[in-house]
């Protein structure tokens, strides 16, 4: 009779959102899948653990790659926690034996993390050890795989500009993270993992091994593998994705820093592997693999995962408390690697939770004037300024957009001194264009990151510049009269409109549609939250500087000055975070930008008035730039019949290219 040890509690499961006979079939459909071992973890309880004939709970099963991330990715946490070394530094820091060589010099830690520095991979299209030179000696670690790596791998491409699986790459990460460690308390990457991940989470030591069960001794140094080789009860690597899901803690205790487990588990921005023949292959966060894309459709965005060969498998969804972990033989045959997984793990777990994966469509229905919003190509996009981002805008009376600037040196030639806010004007086409800093010692704020003071939104009006700041308690108005130079701050609002943004018209408030203006929020207290709705208040243009003139849209054609009468103009529930908002004179439509987040998911809606009703224009939950946000529409860049437009945006890294600039991508409005 065979043998099984597992459990599946149909109570349990269907109170934690499972379908116990979807979970059943999954379950037994990757067991007629060479699978050894399936353990799956919901809000911190078992609700499936399913071993094969022979196999146990305590049985250590081959990780293979997925050692990648529960050695890699786990010990470059650590490291980087302890502030012993950090992803954009030179590997050759740490390791000496490529200072002196003119392109391995060039490699940054981040890049052995990803698959991107560059490194030749050791594999081949016989047995490994069979492999010719280098590369099977790498696999026999003949006489150890970390001289080979550091030493014999040669570069296929210029770190960081493509991506190559590379095992080798992963043998200098170890390297690296070992050196970095030769004056902490534990000295080498087993002993660093043992005392402050395996001990706290309660994992034993025959419950683990790593690096094909010995170190190395190299250059002073104990190595251990950390591309493969290990072995972990489906347990105990689960304990570990569950740490890393709960951001780093664990019973209460603090195991790693939350942000660090944040900027490990993020899409690292590093060119992306091909997916021409594998649709499902994920970017790379630092040593684990996420889903930032969504390229595993059904999954959350959250989602993080590591694999290994005969997919191993463990995948952890912070939105959903869920952890998987698989374990066995191979699943199908000659198919890309990411193809059965997805196919055949992820996808019908996922169906089995009932989770409704993917994410709404659109609030609004199609514009009836806009039929398709079309962007220029990728590589079209032109970027100033690195590393300054949200970019509220506005046309001034001199012909130039003015602007400013969160958490950066502006533009070339960059400013010396970091500002959480400062300003800029732009001059040119949105093909061909200059920006020109701005020093002002009364509008600009220094510091504080995410907390400090920020621009969200600006105008022109009458010639005096006019600012909305968020993260002062409440966004805050402020007005200058000599272009950005002299700032006066005012009133600030009481509740709601977290990061205003004014509706702007043409050059210096002209073609404006009454004597108001007006100003879009989330509503909500915080610029960093997503909200249900977008609000609405207006003031007039003579009086704006009154907190009393400004009143609220309250619904039905009534106005408030009462804040907490107001009514959302546009509902979309969780998904409205920072707004813009231009009226397209050519159009005679007014258009509402609207940011989901910071994952690459926003909408453009139209109206025949401020305050709709609304249609949707564009809507994406994944634009394809990576983790972009704050999208900007410059009113003197919309052509005279308003088909012609342009994008300014912002975001992290992505593909080895740096977002966090002035972005600017051409778009186009076709109309029906």
């Known amino acids: 009779m065979r043998r099984l040890a597992w459990f599946l509690l149909a109570a349990a499961a269907s109170g934690q959102s499972f379908d116990a006979a979807k979970l059943e079939a999954a379950r037994a459909n990757l067991a007629r899948q060479n699978t050894q071992a399936l353990y799956i973890v919901k809000d911190g309880k078992v609700v499936l653990e399913w071993y094969a004939d022979g196999v146990t709970a305590a049985t250590r099963q081959g990780e293979a790659s997925l050692s990648k991330a529960l050695v890699g990715g786990l010990s470059l946490a650590l490291a980087m926690n302890d502030k012993r070394i950090q992803p954009w530094e030179a ?109 706290p989470l309660g994992i034993v030591d025959e419950e683990w091994s790593i690096g094909y ?40 205790r603090r195991i790693i820093e939350r942000h660090t ?70 699943i199908g045959k000659d198919e890309p690697f990411w193809t059965p997984v997805y196919r055949e793990i992820f996808e019908p777990i996922m169906a089995a939770m009932n989770y409704p994966a993917r994410q709404p469509g659109p609030p609004y229905p199609a514009s009836p004037v806009i039929a398709q919003v079309k962007f220029a190509p990728a590589e079209t996009i032109v970027r100033r300024a690195p590393d300054s981002d949200n970019w509220p805008m506005t046309w001034g009376d001199d012909g130039h957009l003015y602007t400013a600037y969160g958490d950066g040196h502006g533009f070339e030639p960059l400013i010396a001194e970091k500002l959480s806010m400062g300003f800029a004007s732009v001059e040119g086409r949105p093909d061909d264009f200059s920006g020109i800093n701005i020093r002002s010692s009364s509008g600009e704020r220094k ?31 402020a007005w200058s009269a000599d272009h950005a130079r002299t700032w006066t701050f005012g009133f600030k609002l009481e509740e709601s409109f977290a990061s205003p943004a004014f509706l702007n018209f043409g050059q210096n408030y002209a073609g404006a549609r009454d004597g108001y203006v007006y100003a879009y929020s989330q509503d909500g207290a915080s610029a960093h939250e997503t909200n249900d709705g977008v609000v609405l208040a207006r003031a007039p243009k003579s009086r704006m500087r009154e907190r009393g003139a400004w009143e609220c849209w309250a619904g039905g054609g009534k106005w408030s000055k009462d804040v907490a009468a107001r009514q959302a103009v546009l509902r979309f529930p969780g998904h409205c975070q920072r707004v813009d908002a ?26 025949p008035e401020p305050w709709g009703p609304w249609t949707t224009a564009f809507h994406t939950e994944y634009w394809g730039q990576g983790e972009t946000h704050g999208y900007r529409m410059p009113s003197k860049w919309i052509s005279a019949e308003g088909r012609d437009m342009a994008l300014v945006y912002s975001g992290l890294l992505f593909n080895g290219v740096v977002n966090d600039a002035f972005c600017v991508r051409k778009m186009s409005l076709e109309t029906r």
Not at 222 to 229: I, K, Q
Not at 456 to 463: A, K, T
């Open 582 to 607: 231009v009226y397209n004179a050519g159009l005679k439509r007014y258009l509402l930008a609207v940011s989901y987040g910071h994952d690459g998911g926003w909408g453009i809606f139209d109206a």
């Open 261 to 330: 487990v944040e900027q490990v588990l993020r899409y690292a921005g590093m060119p992306l592997p091909d997916r021409k023949q594998g649709p499902h292959s994920p970017g790379s966060g630092l040593g684990w693999y996420t889903n930032f894309d969504r390229c595993w459709p059904e999954v959350p965005r959250d989602a993080f995962a590591g694999a290994g060969a005969s997919h191993q498998v463990a995948l952890a969804v912070p939105s959903l408390g869920l952890i998987v972990v698989r374990n066995g033989r191979e």
């Open 91 to 199: 590997a050759s820091k740490y390791i000496p034996a490529w200072r002196g060589d003119a392109q391995k010099s060039k490699i940054q830690v981040r890049h052995l993390a990803t698959h991107t520095s560059g490194i030749e991979d050791a594999e081949g299209d016989v047995g490994h050890m069979e492999l010719p030179g280098w590369k099977g000696a790498f696999w026999r670690r003949e006489p150890d795989p970390f001289s080979l790596a550091v030493n014999d791998a040669p570069l296929l491409f210029a770190p960081g500009t493509g991506n190559q699986y590379s095992n080798p790459g992963m043998a200098a990460l170890s390297y690296a993270i070992t050196a970095s460690l030769r004056d902490a308390p534990q000295k080498d990457v087993r002993s660093l993992l043992r005392e402050r991940v395996m001990v």
């Open 213 to 252: 069960g010995q170190s190395y001794r190299v250059d002073g140094l104990d190595l251990w593998a950390n591309w493969g080789g290990s072995n972990f009860t489906p347990r105990a690597a689960a304990r570990i994705f569950e740490m890393m899901m709960r951001g780093g803690e664990w019973g209460g």
């Open 447 to 477: 510091g504080d990151g995410a907390a400090g003071a920020k621009a969200s939104g600006m105008l022109m009006v009458d010639s005096v510049l006019y600012l909305w700041v968020r993260n002062t308690g409440n966004a805050q108005l």
